[in-house]
């Protein structure tokens, strides 16, 4: 083993005989070593050959090898052992990259990593295996159930391996004022959403108006005014997936909250730090309209009334439904006419009044428009305790009676 060398000093040798110099004799470079092994062998065959040619090359004199030999079983139980060593680290760079990775926990740790927690997912969702409580004497954690039906279900970790990604690169965050209003409208009490700025003096303030499910008021109760509870129902279920899927609060039912309590919760997870949005209802417009329908003579009169009020209801399909109308959206005569003479018994269809509520609004029956802007929505929901959210007349001529 090569020692350090021992440093000499000698005097004499400078200017004058005081001055030394510090002398070191260095040994020689140390040769190359030679690196004819192939860096790229990963398997049994490859370990084997290299072996046995290294073998043949340092025995020239040595023309005949059997796999009895000594020399060759050693070479082939070192090959075994060298591509189990490979698989082994195959496998464990493989784990290092989500693309790749194998065990459902690297999968379901990545995904984590990058910001899909795939595991508390399923638990508010109550997706499996946590869709039915553990069975007896089952003491595993619920990450190890999880990883456990995954390895059953490979298929499922695949689509969630490439869903992950997709669901991080997409843009959730009510960054923009278009994100805002779009965000808003991803939710399930919310049918229209338009967002603006507004600057308020000191800082500029986003401006989000609504048009909620059923046309609530912000502040009603949610289940206020409804017609079925079944309806009612779904549109909870609804709204508890979506809370539970982005980890949202969610006022208790029991509470009957209100429209505004439960969007509260999202606007303050989704928005700009710092940002301060305030939410509002949209303006609607009633309107008032006159009809007069010529009726074919081989339908009833009755028949066509319920489908007439069908086609400009607010249920769904309706023209008036809910969110269908955009914010400052005009109203045209010409989209009544397409969806009254698509009726089955309609010959004819004549709009004798049509224009906004309110004595001081003219009659647009002549022009067929009327104007609407901002925020204002056309509402014409023709009930008789609700006069102020429009109304419309009906009369039909021709048909048979009953």
Same mark, same amino acid.
């Given at each position: 083993?090569?020692?350090?060398?021992?440093?000499?000093?000698? $005097?004499?040798?400078?200017?004058?005989? #005081?001055?030394?110099?510090?002398?070191?004799?260095?040994?020689?470079?140390?040769?190359?070593?030679?690196? #004819?092994?192939?860096?790229?062998?990963?398997?049994?065959?490859?370990?084997?050959?290299?072996?046995?040619?290294? =073998?043949?090359?340092? $025995?020239?004199?040595?023309?005949?090898?059997?796999?009895?030999?000594?020399?060759?079983?050693?070479?082939?139980?070192?090959?075994?052992?060298?591509?189990?060593?490979?698989? *082994?680290?195959?496998?464990? *760079?493989?784990?290092?990259?989500? +693309?790749?990775?194998?065990?459902?926990?690297?999968?379901?740790?990545?995904?984590?990593?990058?910001?899909?927690?795939? %595991?508390?997912?399923?638990?508010?969702?109550?997706?499996?295996?946590?869709?039915?409580?553990?069975?007896?004497?089952?003491?595993?954690?619920?990450?190890?159930?999880?990883?456990?039906?995954?390895?059953?279900?490979?298929?499922?970790?695949?689509?969630?391996?490439?869903?992950?990604?997709?669901?991080?690169?997409?843009?959730?965050?009510?960054?923009?004022?278009?994100? $805002?209003?779009?965000?808003?409208?991803?939710?399930?009490?919310?049918?229209?959403?338009? *967002?603006?700025?507004?600057?308020?003096?000191?800082?500029?303030?986003?401006?989000?108006?609504?048009?909620?499910?059923?046309?609530?008021?912000? #502040?009603?109760?949610?289940?206020?005014?409804?017609?079925?509870?079944?309806?009612?129902?779904?549109?909870?279920?609804?709204?508890?997936?979506?809370?539970?899927?982005?980890?949202?609060?969610?006022?208790?039912?029991?509470?009957?909250?209100?429209?505004?309590?439960?969007?509260?919760?999202?606007?303050?997870?989704?928005?700009?730090?710092?940002?301060?949005?305030?939410?509002?209802?949209?303006?609607?417009?009633?309107?008032?309209?006159?009809?007069?329908?010529?009726?074919?003579?081989?339908?009833?009169?009755?028949?066509?009334?319920?489908? @007439?009020?069908?086609? %400009?209801?607010?249920?769904?399909?309706?023209?008036?439904?809910?969110?269908?109308?955009?914010?400052? +959206?005009?109203?045209? !005569?010409?989209? =009544? $006419?397409? !969806?009254?003479? !698509?009726? #089955?018994? @309609?010959?004819?269809?004549?709009?004798?009044?049509?224009?906004?509520?309110?004595?001081?609004?003219?009659?647009?029956?002549?022009?067929?428009?009327?104007?609407?802007?901002?925020? +204002?929505?056309?509402?014409?929901?023709?009930?008789?305790?609700?006069?102020?959210?429009?109304?419309?007349?009906?009369?039909?001529?021709?048909?048979?009676?009953?």
């Amino acid at each position: 083993m090569a020692q350090d060398p021992t440093p000499v000093v000698q $005097y004499g040798l400078g200017c004058c005989p #005081d001055c030394g110099q510090r002398q070191v004799d260095l040994p020689d470079l140390l040769p190359a070593l030679g690196d #004819d092994f192939d860096w790229d062998q990963r398997d049994y065959d490859g370990f084997r050959l290299f072996m046995l040619q290294e =073998l043949a090359a340092r $025995y020239p004199e040595r023309s005949r090898w059997t796999p009895a030999d000594v020399e060759v079983a050693l070479v082939e139980v070192l090959a075994c052992a060298l591509d189990q060593l490979s698989d *082994a680290m195959d496998r464990a *760079a493989a784990e290092g990259w989500l +693309e790749t990775a194998r065990q459902p926990a690297s999968v379901r740790r990545w995904l984590s990593l990058i910001g899909d927690d795939v %595991l508390g997912r399923a638990q508010r969702l109550g997706l499996p295996p946590f869709d039915a409580p553990p069975a007896a004497g089952d003491t595993r954690s619920d990450a190890q159930r999880f990883d456990a039906w995954w390895l059953d279900h490979p298929e499922k970790m695949d689509q969630a391996r490439l869903d992950g990604p997709r669901a991080v690169h997409d843009q959730h965050r009510m960054v923009t004022v278009d994100d $805002y209003a779009a965000r808003l409208e991803d939710h399930p009490l919310v049918l229209r959403a338009h *967002a603006w700025e507004r600057w308020d003096g000191s800082w500029t303030t986003v401006h989000v108006a609504v048009v909620p499910w059923a046309l609530l008021d912000l #502040d009603e109760p949610i289940d206020k005014g409804v017609a079925t509870d079944a309806l009612n129902d779904a549109v909870w279920a609804e709204t508890v997936a979506f809370h539970a899927e982005l980890g949202l609060a969610l006022p208790a039912r029991a509470l009957r909250p209100s429209v505004r309590s439960v969007l509260y919760p999202y606007l303050e997870d989704w928005r700009m730090v710092g940002q301060e949005v305030v939410l509002e209802r949209a303006v609607e417009v009633g309107i008032v309209l006159g009809l007069a329908i010529q009726v074919d003579p081989d339908y009833f009169q009755s028949e066509l009334r319920r489908a @007439v009020e069908r086609a %400009l209801g607010t249920g769904p399909g309706g023209f008036f439904a809910p969110g269908r109308l955009r914010f400052g +959206e005009d109203l045209w !005569a010409s989209d =009544l $006419y397409q !969806a009254l003479m !698509a009726l #089955d018994g @309609v010959q004819n269809v004549c709009i004798n009044r049509f224009k906004r509520l309110g004595d001081r609004y003219p009659d647009e029956s002549a022009s067929g428009r009327i104007a609407l802007e901002g925020l +204002e929505i056309a509402v014409c929901d023709n009930l008789p305790n609700r006069p102020q959210r429009g109304f419309y007349t009906l009369r039909l001529n021709g048909g048979r009676k009953g």
